[in-house]
């Protein structure tokens, strides 16, 4: 977990990477249970025989099973601003799928801070994610990612 920091801290970051997560490992397993949860059980994703005759000569993971990863791969990053309650995903303001993860590969996250906005007590934060795939020159994918920091004074 990152050290706290103050809102004038984090409004000083805007236009500066604020991290790199380590490399995950994506896997046939964690394919198959995604494709479960999310009932997406399309063949490039979960028959690794069938795949192998598709353009990507094997199976590749959801995008939306890379986008999810978000969260887990940015915790260990995320601002830590005084006074955090909580921090709520606010959504997207865009998000591209550039490249497809193969099984077997492994991503991280690099984060930019775009914009970081004071509304009403808590802090709407925009942060440019970039999911790398290792050995890869394009990214996964790329994605303008918006979270609300609901600080523990604005709730009185």
Same mark, same amino acid.
């Given at each position: 977990m990152p050290q706290k920091i103050t809102k004038k801290e984090l409004f000083d970051l805007?236009?500066? #990477?604020?991290?790199? &997560? #380590?490399?995950?490992?994506? @896997?046939? !397993?964690?394919? @198959?249970?995604?494709? !479960?949860?999310? #009932?997406?059980?399309?063949?490039?994703?979960? @028959?690794? #025989?069938?795949?192998?005759?598709?353009p990507f000569g094997g199976t590749i993971?959801?995008? $939306?099973?890379? =986008? &999810? $990863?978000?969260?887990? =791969?940015? @915790?260990?990053?995320?601002? !830590?601003?005084d006074g955090l309650q909580m921090v709520i995903n606010y959504g997207f303001d865009k998000i591209r799928f550039v490249t497809p993860v193969k099984v077997e590969k492994s991503i991280r996250a690099r984060a930019l801070l775009l914009e970081a906005k004071e509304i009403r007590g808590n802090i709407l934060v925009k942060t440019k994610i970039t999911i790398e795939i290792e050995g890869e020159k394009k990214p996964a994918l790329v994605a303008e990612w918006l979270t609300m920091h609901v600080i523990a004074s604005s709730l009185v």
């Open positions: 805007i236009g500066q #990477e604020i991290g790199c &997560s #380590e490399w995950f490992h994506i @896997n046939q !397993d964690r394919i @198959n249970k995604f494709g !479960d949860v999310t #009932e997406d059980h399309q063949y490039i994703h979960t @028959n690794p #025989e069938k795949a192998k005759n598709s993971a959801h995008g $939306m099973l890379t =986008l &999810s $990863m978000i969260v887990h =791969l940015c @915790n260990k990053f995320a601002p !830590d601003i």
